[in-house]
């Protein structure tokens, strides 16, 4: 009798611990890393960019985060789809996104930036 307490108590302790190792990888969020606001200097493509791509990015990691959208950003050859990301809000300061305008024939991308409120 006892015997089959001891086996049980340790059947339990193995089901409980392999519900706790297998729930440790259900939480699934996108990797944050900050964004730094380099000196970034414009330049001029003839074609213009595709639309963007719809994101779906799910719930903030955690609070005091928001959505910085990806944007289409040019590799010298081609247009590349950088993707959005979470990122912190830094106080005093709001992001100003990527964006392309065109000028005459050309189109220049202004790189993303943090701007004073």
């Known amino acids: 009798m ?8 340790i059947l339990e302790l193995a089901l409980v611990c392999g519900v706790i190792t297998g729930m ?9 890393y ?3 606001s380099p000196v ?3 330049f ?6 595709p639309e963007p791509l ?4 799910g719930v903030a990691p955690a609070a005091g985060f928001f959505w910085m959208s990806g944007f289409w950003d040019w590799n010298g050859v081609r247009y590349v789809w ?4 979470w990122e912190h809000h830094r106080a005093g300061y ?3 996104p990527h964006r392309w305008e065109r000028e005459g024939n050309h189109w220049k991308l202004n790189g993303g930036h943090w701007r004073e409120k």
């Open 24 to 32: 440790g990888g259900c939480v699934v969020t996108p990797g944050y």
């Open 2 to 9: 006892m015997e089959k307490k001891i086996i049980l108590r």
């Open 54 to 57: 719809v994101e779906f990015p």
């Open 82 to 85: 950088r993707p959005g990301r």
């Open 34 to 36: 900050p964004a730094a």
């Open 40 to 42: 970034f200097t414009p």
């Open 44 to 49: 001029y493509i003839h074609t213009p960019p």
């Open 94 to 96: 709001q992001w100003e």
